[in-house]
């Protein structure tokens, strides 16, 4: 994986390109306008589709309930789609009317189970704080220094260990998140515009499964809503774990930190084929993402072809991912991700 601080090879006749991450910012913000258009079509062809696909998994249980699950496990694709537009939604990005925008997000968060306000206020805290040692733990997949892991009690390097392992976070973990912690307003108990999001949303889902369930009994529950959100969940939680877990990720304590440089440095541009690049609408472009968040996500490659020095930075191949997925600490003198065995072997400092 390559990770570039300064950009490079230029396209002809553009300017000379920014060498600071800030400096990005008045570039991007070209960028920054969405069509109302534009986000109107992406929408479509992708609530279309969800409900096709809904619509047919569930005739088809009336021929082969397996056929059925084949359907919906390819609607979870739709639905990771549905939640990046949401995504967009959020950082007022997909709309120039904040509160189409919002509301948008509302009715997409009962689809992919997360109540909108909530999980808005969660990732604009993400973002404030990405690569901050001083800030973690809002929006982030916990990680701990090596020294913070050494520090640690042998139940507590256990549980540490357990959180890592891909069965938690990638088999568990999804389900948990958006079936049973998306609930509640967790960490936000005391404020009631939170307490409304996470009840709305429950309120409004649980009478649309009611609805299925009147219509069609638990099959389509079982055999449709349930796998088809589990896939879309466990995508959406990979995606955002390679997006930021990468061997030369950008973390620094404060006052070293700076927002700037952690969003394009502490990101990667994952590489992904067009089929899938579509279907996670662009997210994988995350490093131009974080630096500027108000860019609609169909402009991020118009982004990277106006400026090809931002392409080569942070380039992680789905291969590379799987690799980087052994990774679990973060080294402070190397300034790197390390393996469990890579910090077993690295001297404390005496």
């Known amino acids: 994986m390559n990770k570039i601080s300064v950009p490079f090879d230029p396209l002809p006749k553009q300017a000379e390109q920014p060498v600071r991450a800030r400096d990005w910012i008045k570039v991007l913000s070209e960028y920054r306008d969405p069509s109302t258009a534009r986000s109107f079509y992406e929408l479509g062809i992708t609530i279309g589709p969800f409900v096709a696909l809904w619509a047919l998994a569930w005739w088809a249980l009336s021929v082969s309930g397996w056929l059925a699950l084949a359907i919906s496990l390819v609607n979870g694709a739709f639905i990771l789609r549905l939640f990046t537009i949401q995504h967009d939604c959020g950082h007022a990005s997909f709309f120039k009317n904040r509160t189409l925008s919002n509301w948008v997000g509302r009715v997409l968060g009962v689809l992919t189970l997360t109540p909108y306000d909530v999980w808005k206020r969660d990732h604009a805290m993400h973002h404030s704080a990405s690569g901050n040692l001083t800030q973690r733990g809002i929006g982030d997949v916990d990680t701990l220094t090596v020294a913070e892991y050494r520090g640690l009690s042998r139940f507590g390097q256990f549980k540490y260990r357990l959180y890592r392992n891909p069965i938690v976070l990638f088999g568990l973990g999804p389900g948990y998140l958006f079936f049973l912690r998306n609930r509640l307003p967790l960490g936000l108990m005391n404020q009631t515009r939170y307490w409304i999001s996470a009840m709305g949303t429950n309120l409004t889902l649980l009478a649309a499964l009611a609805v299925i369930w009147y ?40 006052p070293e930190w700076d927002m700037h440089e952690a969003a394009l440095n502490g990101s990667s541009h994952y590489v992904l084929p067009a089929p899938l690049q579509w279907l996670t609408a662009n997210i994988g472009i995350h490093h131009v993402h974080h630096l500027y968040s108000r860019i609609p996500f169909y402009r991020l ?50």
């Open 215 to 254: 219509f069609g009994g638990i099959m389509p529950i079982l055999l449709i809503f349930l796998p088809s959100t589990l896939l879309a969940a466990t995508t959406g939680v990979w995606l955002f774990y390679v997006q930021h877990q990468f061997e030369t990720t950008h973390w620094e304590e404060e």
């Open 301 to 350: 490659p118009e982004v990277l072809k106006n400026h090809e020095g931002l392409a080569d930075i942070n380039r992680m191949t789905i291969r590379e991912s799987l690799i980087n997925a052994r990774l679990h600490l973060w080294d402070e003198d190397s300034k790197r991700l390390v393996s469990f065995a890579e910090a077993k072997a690295i001297s404390p400092v005496s």
